[in-house]
């Protein structure tokens, strides 16, 4: 992979106006040509005006948590990719929260990753919270997902997978069991795959 092509991609993902009732900007991440590919939601309200992904409360906690593995923020942003499911947030849901995005939306942006697996050639993925695990393994529980190393086919790419859950402050998955346990075992296996070490490591 070029990192002409890459760049060239990231431009074409900022002009992408395909979903009517997401509320732009795109937020991509940096040009960044990694062996480990971390998968998100979307971007929350804040992420668009500061332009750049897990820029708010869930991306504190989850670079907490990749802290604890040898990796702080700057060293994750410089040296894994940071996607998502979908590129802008969806807004607010009429319930509160976050919308989550519809699956035409979806599937809509589902190029936009397909094009990254393509063009990086990931050895890792890690894809955080519901949504993201969903696209990458299909329909499991958290308690099957997070905390254990799976083999999974992504846009006809295999790749190791180890999804964790999403770090929102609004969700207590992960602060009471089993999702208090099954993180920390998620994270151990992060830290232990042969990408994670490459990567991160000096």
Not at 112 to 134: D, N
Not at 173 to 198: D, S, V
């Given at each position: 992979?070029?990192?002409?092509?890459?760049?060239a991609?990231?431009?074409?993902?900022?002009?992408?106006?395909?979903?009517?009732?997401?509320?732009?900007?795109?937020?991509?991440?940096?040009?960044v040509?990694?062996?480990i590919?971390?998968?998100?939601?979307?971007?929350g309200?804040?992420?668009g005006?500061?332009?750049?992904?897990?820029?708010?409360?869930?991306?504190?906690?989850l670079?907490?948590?990749?802290?604890?593995i040898?990796?702080?923020?700057?060293?994750?942003r410089?040296?894994?990719?940071?996607?998502?499911?979908?590129?802008?947030?969806?807004?607010?849901?009429?319930?509160?929260?976050?919308?989550?995005?519809?699956?035409?939306?979806?599937?809509?942006?589902?190029?936009?990753?397909?094009?990254?697996?393509?063009?990086?050639?990931?050895?890792?993925?890690?894809?955080?919270?519901?949504?993201?695990?969903?696209?990458v393994?299909?329909?499991?529980?958290?308690s099957?997902?997070v905390?254990?190393?799976?083999r999974?086919?992504?846009?006809?790419?295999?790749?190791?997978?180890?999804a964790?859950?999403?770090?929102?402050?609004?969700s207590?998955?992960w602060?009471?069991?089993?999702?208090?346990?099954?993180?920390?075992?998620?994270?151990?296996?992060?830290?232990a795959?042969?990408?994670?070490?490459?990567?991160?490591?000096?």
């Amino acid at each position: 992979m070029s990192d002409s092509a890459l760049r060239a991609h990231l431009s074409e993902l900022a002009g992408c106006r395909a979903c009517p009732r997401m509320v732009g900007p795109v937020v991509p991440p940096p040009p960044v040509r990694s062996r480990i590919y971390l998968v998100g939601q979307a971007p929350g309200p804040r992420e668009g005006a500061l332009g750049r992904p897990f820029a708010w409360t869930a991306g504190r906690t989850l670079f907490r948590w990749f802290s604890g593995i040898g990796a702080d923020e700057a060293t994750v942003r410089t040296r894994i990719y940071i996607a998502a499911v979908c590129r802008c947030f969806p807004g607010k849901a009429s319930s509160g929260g976050d919308r989550v995005p519809d699956p035409a939306e979806i599937a809509r942006c589902s190029r936009w990753m397909a094009r990254e697996i393509e063009l990086q050639r990931p050895e890792l993925v890690i894809p955080i919270g519901r949504l993201a695990i969903t696209t990458v393994l299909g329909d499991l529980p958290l308690s099957e997902a997070v905390g254990s190393a799976r083999r999974a086919t992504l846009f006809g790419h295999g790749v190791d997978v180890i999804a964790l859950p999403h770090p929102s402050g609004v969700s207590t998955w992960w602060k009471r069991e089993p999702g208090a346990t099954l993180l920390i075992r998620a994270l151990a296996l992060i830290g232990a795959h042969p990408a994670w070490r490459a990567v991160v490591g000096d």
